[in-house]
Nanobody
């Protein structure tokens, strides 16, 4: 069965940095896409960044230039480097993974929640002013 592990959340002051990690395991195929979403209290979950199997990346406009996703050396591992953090970045951050039944290249809408079929439990990020 698929298991997703997230880590790296914490509390920082405005302008600080954090690095989130996500590792997915348990699938016979490699991930077609992995991404990061976030949800703040009273708000809907929104896409932050995503990367597909070929390394193509999408970022939300609100984090572009401040956040960076990168692929880890381990299979199905994705990092989210967050710099210049703002209080409005405070949210629960979730790792999302798309596994397909076949090994093929599918081009997903990387910031859309419906594209993913597995989710982590989330890691809290709190940014104080």
């Amino acid at each position: 069965q698929v298991h997703i592990v997230e880590s790296g959340g914490g509390s920082v002051q405005s302008g600080g940095s954090l690095r989130l990690s996500c590792t997915a395991s348990g699938s016979t195929n490699t991930a077609a896409c992995m991404g990061w979403f976030r949800q703040a209290p009273g708000k809907e979950r929104e896409g932050v960044a995503g990367m597909d199997k070929k390394g193509f990346i999408e970022y939300s406009e609100s984090v572009k230039g401040r956040f960076t996703v990168s692929q880890g050396d381990a299979k199905d591992t994705l990092y989210l480097q967050m710099d210049s953090l703002k209080p409005e970045d405070t949210a629960m951050y979730y790792c999302a993974v798309l596994y397909l039944s076949e090994e093929l290249y599918y081009i997903p809408h990387k910031l859309e929640e419906y594209e993913y079929n597995y989710w982590g439990q989330g890691t809290q990020v709190t940014v104080s002013s």
